[in-house]
């Protein structure tokens, strides 16, 4: 015979369970008893006669176990979409590498395990590199303000390196040639650094149409290096310092101004910065009013636009807009996102002088940011084992071996050799150990006089040509800040501060079409 519930009794948990069975399946209605149709089970005969408190108290658990089988459900959900997402990352990561991997560097000290060691061994040796040939270069200086120096593209120093089979990704950063207007393009930079915009526009096939106006760099080795192969008309050392009215004007003008001060890495002092670098905007600001170049490009790092400086990022964005002269926009892009494997994002400023655009309305809607492009892969930057490098490695004893030793532990437990297949980027230095496959983390000034990162497929840190290449800059800059008497760490240190030029490329060539001051090369 089916129990009975008495008035104020404490059913059994069996029982209680079955109720909330019946009760999530829609066959109990605990205010009017069964559902109509539906069939009397044994062990409700009486339920109804219960106290009214248990008819809340059943409502509540059936209600609490719903909700945690939501949130399982959500958390399986997102745990499929992240699964399925990083097989697509790592899918589309794998398509531009390499099918055979170089085998380890013999210099290198430190290895990823013996089951590593081992496929190394198994792989083929890559062919052999193709001979560059020494193209003859004339002593005299052209109104871009260069010397003579390789003219080779970053594309073709890789091809020489790689040889005839090193195939690369299809990077639209490389491809952009344009033709100026104009018999000379004339540009002016502050905070100059590596004179990553000449750069730029050398890259583009303007190198011989641009004069390098003149230039602002507080720091003295930069100087010498810039020197030692651009030749401007005027060189400023203080831009706090420098007679604005006595400055020459220019088509384009481009300031990377400090970071450190907006940076989530320093002490985001933002314009109450200790060391009066929260302070080089406004000079910026008074060039840019009383000289009025055609267009402007500004670049600082993602965390001006945070939260913290968001007050500070609309004054700034209010007084470019001011008097409405300029025709003002702006974004974060990522390097990684157009071509290098750096995951550098940083805040792009652009600016077109009303007055000077052939027609304003045309030239807002000609302007577009430039979309993602297709990433070359880590391998294609990183020098040949063949080479002979003796690269860097940690400090014995210290929290960067400890940090490589732990990480190498890590890769090691993935039961596979895809971290000697790819190149992982080991983050030894920073205050938390980390590996990132297939690109770097973001260079910076800090990092790269250390050696930045050490890379699994090499066996090392970095060299200072691939933290170059990393920037899309030349590999002969290593001569030339060696001939200037700019030691190997000062030079590492600039390209830490400098911007990116594959991201510049695409921003300034069109900026340019848009203001009428270059066409696209037929």
């Known amino acids: 015979m089916a129990p009975r519930f008495k008035q104020g009794s ?96 013999e210099s290198a000290s430190l290895t990823l395990s013996k089951d590593c060691a081992s496929s190394q061994a198994r792989k083929r040796p890559n062919t052999a590199a193709a001979e560059a040939d020494a193209a003859a270069q004339s002593s005299n200086t052209n109104c871009s303000g260069s010397r003579s120096r390789p003219t080779t593209s970053l594309r073709d120093s890789i091809r020489s390196r790689k040889g005839d089979s090193g195939k690369l990704a299809a990077c639209a950063w490389d491809k952009v040639r344009l033709v100026a207007s104009a018999s000379v393009l004339t540009v002016g930079t502050e905070c100059s650094g590596l004179e990553s915009v000449m750069a730029a526009l050398g890259q583009m096939g303007l190198g011989k149409q641009t004069r390098l106006r003149f230039i602002c760099e507080k720091d003295a080795a930069a100087r010498k290096l810039i020197l030692a192969h651009r030749t401007p008309d005027f060189i400023y050392e203080d831009i706090t310092e420098r007679p604005v009215d006595q400055m020459p004007t220019c088509d384009i003008y481009a300031a990377g101004f400090p970071c450190q001060p907006w940076s989530a890495a320093g002490l985001r002092e933002g314009a109450n910065d200790r060391h009066g670098r929260g302070q080089i905007f406004p000079r910026i600001l008074e060039y ?36 409405d002269k300029y025709i003002v926009s702006w974004r974060v892009l990522n390097t990684a996102d157009y071509g290098i494997p750096q995951n550098r994002p940083r805040l792009y400023i652009i600016g077109l002088l009303r007055s000077a655009c052939p027609a304003v309305e045309s030239s807002i809607a000609s302007f577009k940011w430039p979309r993602r492009t297709e990433c070359m892969p880590l391998s294609v930057l990183l020098d040949p084992d063949k080479s002979g490098i003796e690269r860097q490695q940690p400090r ?122 270059a066409a696209r090369e037929p």
């Open 288 to 323: 840019l009013r009383r000289k009025l170049p055609k267009c402007f490009l500004l670049e600082n790092v993602k965390g001006l636009t945070s939260i913290t400086h968001r007050k500070a990022f609309k004054n700034m964005l209010a007084s470019l807009r001011s008097g």
């Open 396 to 517: 014995p004893g210290s929290t960067a071996e400890k940090h490589l030793l732990q990480l190498q532990r890590q890769l090691a437990k993935q039961g596979s050799d895809a971290h000697c297949l790819t190149p992982y980027a080991l983050d030894i230095f920073g205050i938390k150990a980390r590996a990132v496959a297939g690109r770097v983390p973001c260079l910076t000034r800090t990092q790269a006089a250390t050696g930045a990162f050490w890379i699994t497929t090499a066996g090392g840190l970095l060299t200072t040509q691939e933290m170059l290449r990393l920037q899309s800059l030349p590999d002969h800059l290593v001569d030339t800040a060696a001939a200037a008497g700019v030691s190997d760490r000062q030079l590492r240190q600039m390209i830490g501060n400098a911007m990116s030029v594959n991201v510049l490329v695409l921003i300034l060539s069109k900026l340019l079409i848009a203001m009428g001051l």
């Open 10 to 105: 404490v059913p059994s948990t069996l029982h209680l369970i079955q109720n909330i069975t019946y009760l999530a399946r829609g066959r109990l209605d605990l205010s009017r008893g069964l559902c109509p149709g539906a069939s009397t089970p044994p062990l409700f005969a009486g339920l109804t006669a219960m106290d009214d408190s248990w008819d809340e108290r059943i409502l509540a658990l059936e209600v609490s176990r719903l909700s945690r089988a939501a949130k399982a459900r959500i958390s399986r959900a997102k745990q499929r979409e992240a699964a399925e997402m990083a097989s697509r990352t790592s899918s589309c990561r794998q398509q531009g590498q390499q099918k055979r991997a170089r085998p380890r560097s």
